[in-house]
Nanobody, 121 residues
Framework: QVNVVESGGGLVQTGGSLRLSCVAS????????VFWFRERPGKQREGVAG???????HYAEFVKGRFTLTVENASNKHYLEMNELSPDDTAVYFC???????????????WGKGTLVTVSS
């Protein structure tokens, strides 16, 4: 069983910063990629950022220059660093990892349950 968990959401004022984390646990052979999505109130889920472990990260236009994907190698935590936040960034943020379980080379999607980010004006 593989579990993906996001954390780091909370309340922040306009212009502030927040760092979300995503960590996977369980019978993991390899993590191929990490993606971040968000769901703003009353809107469809949209892609925010993503990166394969062998490629460059990609960012949605609305976060370029403000959000950054990073990795903490020691703990294998993946982060989404968010800066210059605005109320329009208020959303539930989801992490999705493409993970191959022990004994396989085939990656499958594993989703976290989301973490709420609220940006006040």
């Amino acid at each position: 069983q593989v579990n993906v968990v996001e954390s780091g959401g909370g309340l922040v004022q306009t212009g502030g910063s927040l760092r979300l984390s995503c960590v996977a646990s369980g019978s993991i052979s390899r993590i191929y990629a990490v993606f971040w999505f968000r769901e703003r109130p009353g809107k469809q889920r949209e892609g925010v950022a993503g990166a394969s472990m062998s490629g460059n990260p990609h960012y949605a236009e609305f976060v370029k220059g403000r959000f950054t994907l990073t990795v903490e190698n020691a703990s294998n935590k993946h982060y989404l660093e968010m800066n210059e936040l605005s109320p329009d960034d208020t959303a539930v943020y989801f992490c999705k990892m493409v993970i191959a379980t022990t004994g396989t080379d085939i990656g499958r999607d594993y989703w976290g349950k989301g973490t709420l980010v609220t940006v006040s004006s």
